[in-house]
């Protein structure tokens, strides 16, 4: 093998590790884990008159959610804080209310955006069954 080849896989092979720390690195930031779930979302900016927007989550756990959504008029920015309703669509569990902030936004198509939300406030009325909740799921998927 030439020297130029040898070179070229150690850089291939550096830069593999690079992207798998990245990756672990951003599971390990995750205080909660997260569950393939679809639970439906009602959201909207706080302290706003409009309707709710509904979404399903891709995602979810005790800290946060992701979803896709689109948006006929103003998305939702990083930061905003939006006011929160969490449904099983089987009825396992009575609808959650939560405060979130939107932790980030990314378009994948015109008025198409994958969303990753934070919930910052779940009421201890709501936060202790909705753990419950999904420490059940978990335990049905092992």
């Not at 884990?33 to 639970?39: E, T």
């Not at 999904?134 to 335990?139: F, G, N, P, Q, R």
């Amino acid at each position: 093998m030439s020297a130029n080849h040898i070179e070229h896989q150690r850089v291939i092979a550096f830069l593999t590790r690079r992207a798998l720390e990245a990756d672990t690195a951003q599971a390990d930031r995750r205080e909660y884990p997260r569950i393939d779930k679809n639970l439906i979302i009602g959201f909207r900016k706080m302290d706003s008159m409009e309707q709710c927007d509904t979404a399903v989550t891709d995602d979810i756990g005790v800290g946060g959610f992701r979803i896709n959504a689109a948006f006929l008029g103003n998305p939702l920015s990083a930061n905003d804080i939006i006011e929160i309703i969490v449904k099983d669509p089987r009825g396992n569990i009575k609808p959650i209310i939560a405060i979130g902030r939107v932790a980030w936004i990314k378009e994948k198509s015109d008025n198409d955006y994958e969303i990753g939300v934070m919930f910052t406030d779940i009421a201890r009325k709501y936060r202790k069954k909705f753990i419950q909740y999904l420490k059940a799921e978990i335990d049905l998927k092992c």
